[in-house]
């Protein structure tokens, strides 16, 4: 064999084995799957905030929203935030309007049979707000001894939680379209209280400073995660690995600290306790 035909041997060789590793659309770049660039429409209810909320020149900001520009940058994807109704984003994420749905869901196992969830990225409990003077009641356990009535968004966790907590749900229980609706009408005394997510209520506090207070103890043991098209475990996967990556890197810790830095409750912005954490 000449030299030529040797080299040129080795020449192909080496480029089979190049090939045998090239990447593909499940491989890896860095931490994260790589997804080319994906250009990604995420559908969210843009009421919540510090998760996610409009500012006053339109953007949509907050916790979720540079969280998922972050897990971006590690998997190589665009992401864009749409405004929409909660109630209907399963279904949206369901039907490809959205890619993914990123608005502070609860983990449950009946969402699950609909659809395909992350790993928790936020551990989750709830809170009961009521205004500023109230002295009627004080723990959630207490709303089932009077007519009070309940004020939740539509389509949540929390609309399940307070029908148990009330002696009458379709007399006591009235849901609204967003959680500021709802504070709405605890505030013009339309409801005696709101059932909401903690994180969550902290912000909706501060910005009704006065008004509206927390009452009682937290309650329920829960987790957040992104919501995905059942069986799109190419985008699941890669958002994974991204949140494995922004855990580790100090990213999460970062963000969280950022958007709850002057209100309360806060999350353990430490991650400690979220599942798979840094793993």
Not at 155 to 180: R, S
């Amino acid at each position: 064999m000449s030299r030529r035909i040797f080299l040129f041997g080795i020449l192909l060789l080496t480029g089979m084995l190049i090939a045998a590793c090239a990447p593909t659309a499940s491989t890896t770049t860095g931490s994260a799957t790589d997804l080319k660039g994906r250009a990604l429409k995420v559908g969210s209810d843009t009421t919540y905030p510090p998760f996610e909320s409009i500012d006053k020149d339109k953007n949509i900001v907050g916790f979720d929203v540079e969280l998922v520009s972050e897990i971006c940058k590690k998997a190589n994807c665009k992401a864009t935030f749409v405004t929409a109704d909660f109630d209907a984003l399963l279904a949206a994420v369901g039907n490809k309007t959205y890619d993914l749905s990123v608005s502070g869901w609860t983990i449950t196992d009946e969402r699950a049979k609909a659809v395909d969830f992350s790993i928790p990225y936020m551990p989750n409990s709830e809170v009961m707000l009521v205004r500023g003077d109230e002295t009627r009641f004080k723990e959630p356990e207490d709303l089932k001894s009077g007519n009070y009535v309940v004020a939740v968004q539509l389509g949540t966790t929390n609309a399940i939680t307070a029908k148990k907590l009330v002696a009458d749900a379709n007399k006591q229980v009235k849901e609204f379209q967003d959680f500021p609706a709802a504070v709405a009408a605890l505030i013009n005394k339309q409801a005696d209280a709101v059932v909401i997510d903690t994180f969550a209520a902290s912000s909706l506090v501060e910005d009704n400073k006065g008004k509206v207070k927390l009452s009682g103890k937290q309650f329920g043991d829960e987790y957040l995660g992104f919501v995905f098209r059942k069986g799109d475990a190419e985008l699941r996967d890669a958002f994974n690995a991204g949140l494995k990556a922004v855990f580790k890197d100090g990213t999460w810790t970062k963000l969280c600290e950022k958007w709850w830095k002057d209100i309360s409750p806060k999350p353990d912005c430490s991650g400690k306790g979220l599942p798979d954490f840094g793993k």
